[in-house]
């Protein structure tokens, strides 16, 4: 591997690439150079501020190049990256911020209607405080309170730090430290930490470049949120090794993506479907030229053919992929191989990625729980050896709570989440194989199922549809549809029609909102 670490990865982008295009931001456009010169002063204000290695800095903002710089700052000063998810709640963050002790924390100022600062400082003051959170930077040129420090007042803090003591800082970081700590989304219980090393993430974001076809010159769409592994490595690492240019949007907004994609004359566009189903279905995509688009990558436990086909079709996207990974396997386990079928990319997440193994615990074509094993299966939670424990095994092998089908060929199919299966009458039903049935239903544009409980047959499934705009559709008629497409037991009972899903930053369905509204 080329790199040992990411400080080493972002200086030697930074002159590889010095005059590529590296991030573009509004009116904002700097050089790989320039980001790298960035990047080093913001290292310097760490180091400046006391930051030491394996100190923790996280960072709760939006998609921005403010993010990029201090996050990769405050790596390579040593420090733990521990980005916070934007859609949590001041407490949410706090409790994050307590239990992995972080020193310092980049918070963005208003967002989404939303003061940050405002929300912190409130959770702080009405809960048990955060003792070892000793500096807290806002990521905003607006006045900071009086106790916070504003983004430029940090890093002029570092200005009297030499350039030589960054570089030995960042030398000094080896591939065997950890690199960050990512905080699970928390859908099916509180967030944990996974340890994640430098060289773990080096290794795995190659893998993932050299199988998408990034290359130098791509302009890359990052709309999957930073502090996901999808948009953090998937998005900046990637484009960090292949001298492909950043274009960070902090909100999905169907209108700003279409426009962006046209006027940066966007190539790659990562995202979950609902994404790509959004702007294919868009009424004024025809208006927006997007036949820049060559790479599209995508995963989830339903993706429809009918996407793939159009996404190749309609957009004449060259390449598009799915891939399947969560936070406890640096986010990446199994993905498509360019070439694949379109077949096998709808239908499955591929086949698992060089140095790793993937195996289900039920005979092939059967579903179980997916077990993983290799260079990608984090170090464990951070500090909660009972939860590590319940989920690595002592030959190695990560239990990832998935259920999923493997084929013959080694492609793997998931079929769901272990909690979010139910049991019809004795059957196991699992919820994103009913939907993947019953997304191809012409007048569906977003479904999303549950189980509820039932008198005679204990659960049964329970339909949240989102129909497609001038539809009709009523729930007798999905059901009778439904009946002719798949085993009785699968069929849901109900079916309740809403104007959209619930979806976390990362475009995953909260469940448990579902089932709270029932």
């Given at each position: ?236 690492i990637a484009c960090l ?180 299966m139910f049991i019809v ?22 479904v999303a199922v549950i ?68």
């Amino acid at each position: 591997m080329e790199w040992q670490s990411i400080p080493e990865l972002v200086r030697r982008a930074a002159e590889r690439y010095a005059d590529t295009e590296a991030v573009v931001e509004g009116r904002t456009r700097i050089s790989y150079g320039e980001l790298g010169a960035r990047v080093e002063r913001s290292a310097a204000a760490c180091i400046a501020y006391g930051i030491a290695p394996g100190d923790r800095v996280a960072v709760w903002a939006p998609n921005t190049l403010d993010w990029i710089v201090s996050a990769l700052g405050a790596v390579s000063a040593g420090a733990v990256l521990v980005p916070l998810n934007t859609r949590f709640k001041g407490t949410e963050a706090a409790d994050v911020l307590r239990r992995s002790g972080a020193r310092l924390l980049f918070v963005t100022g208003t967002f989404l209607g939303t003061s940050y600062v405002a929300s912190l400082r409130r959770a702080v003051a009405e809960g048990p405080g955060l003792p070892q959170l000793e500096q807290v930077v806002v990521l905003s040129d607006d006045a900071a309170p009086a106790d916070f420090r504003t983004w430029k007042d940090f890093l002029a803090g570092g200005d009297g730090v030499s350039a030589a003591e960054v570089r030995a800082r960042a030398g000094a970081v080896e591939g065997s430290w950890p690199s960050d700590i990512v905080y699970t989304s928390g859908t099916t219980g509180r967030p944990k930490g996974a340890v994640i090393t430098h060289a773990q993430t080096l290794r795995a974001y190659e893998v993932w470049s050299d199988l998408a076809g990034l290359r130098r010159g791509d302009r890359y769409l990052i709309v999957n949120p930073f502090f996901h592994t999808f948009g953090y490595k998937a998005g900046v690492i990637a484009c960090l090794m292949r001298g492909a240019t950043m274009i960070p949007q902090s909100v999905f907004n169907v209108g700003t993506a279409l426009a962006n994609i046209a006027a940066e004359r966007v190539s790659v566009l990562p995202g979950p479907p609902t994404l790509h189903q959004s702007l294919l279905d868009h009424p004024a995509r025809d208006s927006h030229d997007l036949s820049a688009l060559r790479l599209v990558v995508t995963g989830a436990a339903v993706v429809p053919l009918r996407l793939v086909e159009r996404l190749r079709g309609e957009l004449g996207v060259e390449t598009v992929l799915t891939a399947y990974g969560l936070s406890e396997a640096s986010g990446i386990v199994t993905m498509c191989r360019r070439g694949d079928d379109p077949s096998v990319i709808a239908s499955t997440s591929g086949r698992a990625i060089p140095g790793t193994e993937v195996r289900v615990e039920a005979p092939v074509g059967e579903p179980g729980e997916v077990l993983v094993r290799g260079f990608n299966v984090m170090r464990g939670y951070y500090e909660d050896e009972a939860a590590t424990a319940e989920v690595l095994t002592e030959d190695g092998w990560l239990r990832t709570g998935d259920v999923g089908v493997l084929d013959r060929s080694g492609c793997l199919r998931i079929t769901d989440r272990i909690k979010d299966m139910f049991i019809v009458g004795g059957f196991n039903a699992y919820p994103a194989e009913i939907e993947q049935t019953l997304g191809l239903h012409p007048d569906v544009a977003d479904v999303a199922v549950i189980g509820v409980p039932d008198a005679r047959l204990g659960e049964v499934g329970k339909a949240y549809v989102v129909r497609r705009p001038g539809a009709v559709l009523t729930g007798d008629d999905l059901i009778a549809w439904a009946r002719r497409e798949m085993a009785n037991y699968k069929v849901p009972r109900v079916v309740e029609f809403v104007g959209e899903l619930p979806r976390n930053a990362s475009g995953k369905v909260v469940k448990g909102e579902l089932r709270g509204r029932v």
